[in-house]
């Protein structure tokens, strides 16, 4: 019987009692592959002490992460993430190994739409995020996203990265032997009440009073505003509405650097401006606990997914909206993105249009006055629930794992085919910039040398008394090159990532750069030895003209010098 593959699920998310989204996939995907492969979860900690069915490992976020995830990725066969810290990995770390891409989330296009009311943002974030993605691109074997919509749109750049080959072709005709679908999924297990949390409960939450719940976070491109118009809508029109966040601040590794999306100040003082907070509107600002969020379904009696009409829209899809599937809780969803397609083909909510509060009263208003259809719809969320489970979700990548295979990579567009050679260029480039600033410096020690024998040059100048020998010797000297020439004012930099032929052209450039200073450097060597010459010339004839001078004035002192005086004033 063969060795079954031992399986690596990393998640850098929270896991445990508190998770979103992120976290919560990588914890269910560990607990499905758990049941038929040796699983371990490795997540940043603290980690919980006890997995069902799996084994759990801290992933440390300083000094000892490189080491701790090399031994991890060594120790097993089949790697699932949904991204890898690839500049601090080795190159070959996955050559032997079979890397599941988690492609659920499209966060290009979610930070694009975050860091657009973001004051504060890394001004590289997209080069960051298109070096990560080229990386996963080029490692990953397997590809799983969320729907139809995510599949067109990974396998666009797929197909651009030269993955979608002729082997992968062959092995399925519809390409999912390179990426499949992964939804996220549900307990097969149904939700149970333990404990009492919003009727009754909270001051202001009656128990005949009619809940929408809000379950999931506040995002920028999410759009809770037109929930709390419609809630004071409701308000006024005599309406036992209570509307409830369950959630407004993201669990995070770092609280101090988690994200707090600007939206939600505005909901904040939306909700105040119109005086429903802690009246009709209720913000819950802790995590709600994964195994406790049963208890705020179960009280409810509808469930909203609204958002705005983005880009992020169209790929996105919804998780919490299977939360109020699995407990029963009928959606009221916008149009415009899958999930709105689900709830649509199967009639287990209400599709309103984006941005509408007056639709969207209207659609709350028909469930509380007529029960027996809410009754109807929930009936119905209970059996779309159940083909949404994880066993079933996660599916495509069980098979992958009984049954894996090397990706295929074809040839790329022009724009990534240096993907492969990038850190090596960079590297490069760096050493390269590095090496033409020494030269720069070694230049302008030379330049300082020059000019301190120019000035001791010029001081023998001055005690020479043959002008003719100067004058020739100077004009020798100036024929000799200096090896002045164009200098650039700065090395050429690295731009963008994704435009590699300039860095090319960048390293090209930089290499020729290099080698006219070193060129340079030869020429004020020729230089320099060629002025140490002159002045070696120099100081032989100032002491030969001091010398003579010498002589002269002894010779002068001398009777033999006083009888050739008196001869030549008697010459004629």
Known sequence: MPTLPKV????????????AGPGIRAWEFARVLGCSFPTTLAAPPPTPREAPGFAMVALPIGEEHRETLLTLIEEHD??????????????GILDDKYFIVDLYCPWLIENLEHYRMEEKKDPAWQSHDLETMSALF?????????????RA????????????????????????????IVPFGMSPEPPRKTAAVLKGVIPGIEPDDFVALWGGGVWNWLDPLTLIRATARLRDCGYPIRTFFLGTQRPSVNDAAAMRPTILDAVFQLSDDLHLTGTHVFFNERWVAYDDRANFLLESDVGLSLHQPTLETR???????????????????????????????????KVVPIGDDA?????????????????????????????????????????????PWKGTRGDRMASTALYDDLRTMRATLHETSTYAEQLEREIAARDRHIAEIKAYVQR??????????????????????????ERSDSLATFALYDDLRTMRATLHETSTYAERLEREIAARDRHIAETKAYVLRLERHVRLQGVGASLTARLRKTPLGHIVRRIRRRAP
């Open 78 to 91: 089949i790697i699932v993430a949904q991204v890898l810290p690839f500049p601090i990995l080795p190159d």
């Open 153 to 180: 749109y990974w396998l666009g750049a797929l197909s651009l990265f030269g993955r979608l080959t002729e082997a992968v072709y062959a092995r399925d005709r519809d390409g999912k032997a390179l990426i499949d």
């Open 315 to 349: 790929f996105a899809f919804r998780t919490r909206v299977l939360d109020y599937l699995w407990s029963s809780l009928v959606p009221i969803v916008n149009d415009g993105d899958t999930i709105a397609d689900l709830v649509r083909a199967n009639g287990v909510g």
């Open 460 to 485: 023998l100048e001055e005690q020479s008394v043959f002008p003719q020998l100067r004058a020739s010797l100077v004009a020798r000297l100036r024929r000799t090159p200096s090896g002045k020439g």
């Open 359 to 403: 639709a969207l009263a209207d659609a709350i208003a028909n469930l509380i006055d007529h029960p027996a259809e809410r009754r109807a719809l929930a009936a119905r969320c209970e059996t779309l629930a159940k083909s949404y489970t994880w066993e079933i979700a996660a599916r495509p990548i069980i098979d992958f794992c009984h049954h």
């Open 138 to 150: 080029s490692h990953g074997d397997f590809f799983v996203c969320a729907g139809d919509a995510q």
């Open 8 to 19: 690596l699920v990393i998640t850098y998310d929270v896991v445990g009692p508190v998770m």
